[in-house]
Antibody
Framework: QVQLVQSGAEVKKTGASVKVSCKASGYPFVSFDIYWVRQASGQGLEWMGW????????GYGQKFQGRVTMTRNISISTVYMELSSLRSEDTAVYYC?????????????WGQGTLVSVSS | SYELTQPPSVSVSPGQTASITCSGD??????AGWYQQKPGQSPVLVIY???KRPSGIPERFSGSNSGNTATLTISGTQAMDEADYYCQAWDSSTVVFGGGTKLTVL
């Protein structure tokens, strides 16, 4: 079945960087864009950016420009999201999600989420 | 920037119909989708393209979109439907999520 499996929880210091992985299986990896969405505790969903696994092209939300980098390794069907200069407000669950285009883009499925905790 | 507005909470009795709205400027001119998120779990797509259900989503979930409002309707609501629901649309190639609605079944 189509599945996205993310790396485990991370604890980071303020100012550090974190790199979260998302391994895809059950479908042609290069055929679907992957989006990253984060969710702070008790809050809503916040879009961060996307990567096209085939071309490696990326697009980042304005809020994260300059701090986020998304990459991929086609040989292991994995995409990565690296966020730098971490601050306490970056504490959240980070999700990857496959975008399916049916008239518009929809996210299905989502990874299980990776909790990133940032403290001083 | 484009915004989607949802009520923070909606309550419904078991077996009744729940309606969750999502408002945005001329939202009816776009496609809307909905995600269900239960505590501690990842979001799950329940409606896409205004009114289509992915495979495996029960028929009691339906959607509509007209004017400035998209609506998720759950008929014969069950206790298992208690969750947060998020609407989603696109504006100028940017994905937009609503703030979420907590559905309580009591």
């Amino acid at each position: 079945q189509v599945q996205l499996v993310q790396s485990g929880a991370e604890v980071k210091k303020t100012g550090a960087s974190v790199k979260v992985s998302c391994k895809a299986s059950g479908y042609p990896f290069v055929s679907f864009d992957i989006y990253w969405v984060r969710q702070a505790s008790g809050q809503g969903l916040e879009w961060m950016g996307w990567i096209n696994p085939n071309s490696g092209n990326t697009g980042y939300g304005q809020k994260f420009q300059g701090r986020v980098t998304m990459t991929r390794n086609i040989s292991i069907s994995t995409v990565y999201m690296e966020l730098s200069s971490l601050r306490s407000e970056d504490t959240a669950v980070y999700y990857c999600a496959r975008m399916v285009v049916l008239a518009a883009g929809w996210f299905d499925p989502w990874g299980q989420g990776t909790l990133v905790s940032v403290s001083s | 920037s484009y915004e989607l507005t949802q009520p923070p909470s909606v309550s419904v009795s078991p077996g009744q119909t729940a309606s969750i709205t999502c408002s945005g400027d001329k939202l009816g001119d776009k496609y809307a989708g909905w995600y269900q998120q239960k505590p501690g779990q990842s979001p799950v797509l329940v409606i896409y393209q205004n009114n289509k259900r992915p495979s495996g989503i029960p028929e009691r979930f339906s959607g509509s979109n007209s004017g400035n409002t998209a609506t998720l309707t759950i008929s014969g609501t069950q206790a298992m439907d208690e969750a947060d629901y998020y609407c989603q649309a696109w504006d100028s190639s940017t994905v937009v999520f609503g703030g979420g609605t907590k559905l309580t079944v009591l």
